[in-house]
């Protein structure tokens, strides 16, 4: 006979569960040569301006329907018009202006720190939201940026603007239907998104690619706020650690950030799980690090990465408190910082 268990203990067994503080990031053996940054959407600009703000830290940057370095100027007005319909268009060379200005300020890291470094730029042809001229702008911007700073020869700029998916994450076979515009964000067109990602950031796999077969675990976000700032994330996020890298192989980490409405508020795990980063991670020997933007805060109520300033004037440089986030979350996981 079997036993009867009462409401209130599965009820407590839920609530405790529930309750279940995240753990901290686990320590690895990070390989700082190998750490780069993703992002499509508002992820994309949240990736170009962590590169461009710490470019010794980055050394990779994949834009997936996003524009130029702090295209916005911290207007909601220029994000929505120039930024992603590209009217009037944005000015690269500007942008460079201000970039370089800054990194004399010592506001964003030594340009030339981008040398070696590697660009990939995907952009739908279908996209409704994000104009294929202001994504095509982000090439332009660095492109200009290697002309202007002769050191930067080695920058690699890749553009592949050749598909016809819409304002979405393209997968091979997971998400909606690859024309759809809306949540999970996350689409079926035929084209393996992570593993272009992974192949233009890291060249080819060290291992053959097959089902993840790693650690995904939810880690306390709140408990790395620099200096005790609200950076406006939510209180836990994700991370995808391959079996090598927890038996202590050097691997690389990509960190991964989810557009708009993409969160887990939002999506739950879709994005975590069906963007496909992570069997590629098992194949490079590469950490996926999943930060959370938090939804629902007056200024950002789709949770999105702040790429407009609703997180202070200064979001786009090295002060800014989101990308000073991503910086210490990377410490905590293991770069080494010298």
Not at 144 to 151: E, F, H, V
Not at 308 to 322: E, L, W
Request: glycine share 10%.
């Amino acid at each position: 006979m079997k036993k009867s268990v009462s409401l209130a203990a599965v009820v407590f067994t839920l609530s405790a569960h529930a309750a279940a503080p995240a753990a901290a990031l686990p320590k690895l053996h990070v390989d700082p040569a190998r750490v780069a940054v993703a992002g499509i959407s508002a992820g994309a600009y949240m990736a170009t301006q962590a590169q461009v703000a710490y470019p010794e830290v980055f050394r990779g940057a994949a834009l997936i329907a996003g524009g130029p370095y702090d295209c916005a100027q911290d207007s909601i007005a220029i994000a929505v018009t120039t930024c992603m319909k590209g009217d009037p268009a944005p000015d690269p060379a500007a942008l460079v202006k201000i970039a370089q200005e800054r990194a004399a300020k010592g506001e964003i890291g030594p340009l030339e720190k981008l040398a070696g470094a590697k660009v990939y730029i995907l952009h739908g042809k279908q996209d409704p939201v994000i104009a294929e001229s202001v994504a095509h702008a982000a090439v332009d911007f660095y492109t200009a940026l290697k002309a202007a700073i002769p050191a930067l020869s080695t920058l690699s700029v890749t553009w592949d603007g050749s598909h016809d998916f819409t304002h979405t994450f393209p997968t091979e076979s997971a998400g909606t239907a690859c024309d759809k515009v809306g949540t999970p964000y996350i689409g079926k067109c035929g084209f393996d998104g992570a593993g272009a990602v992974f192949q233009a950031l890291y060249g080819k796999p060290v291992h053959k690619s097959g089902a993840a077969k790693g650690e995904l675990r939810r880690f306390d976000q709140d408990a790395l706020r620099p200096g005790g700032a609200d950076a406006f994330l939510a209180d836990a996020g994700d991370v995808y650690v391959p079996l090598a890298c927890l038996k202590g192989r050097r691997c690389g980490v990509l960190v991964a950030l989810h557009g708009c409405q993409q969160n887990l508020d939002s999506v739950g795990d879709a994005f975590v799980k069906d963007a496909g980063f992570n069997r590629w991670a098992d194949a490079y020997d590469v950490t996926v690090l999943y930060p959370q933007i938090r939804s629902g805060v007056a200024a950002n109520p789709k949770g999105c990465w702040d790429w407009f300033g609703y997180s202070g004037a200064d979001y786009a440089t090295r002060n800014g408190v989101q990308v000073r986030w991503l910086v210490g979350a990377l410490k905590a996981l293991g770069r080494p910082t010298h």
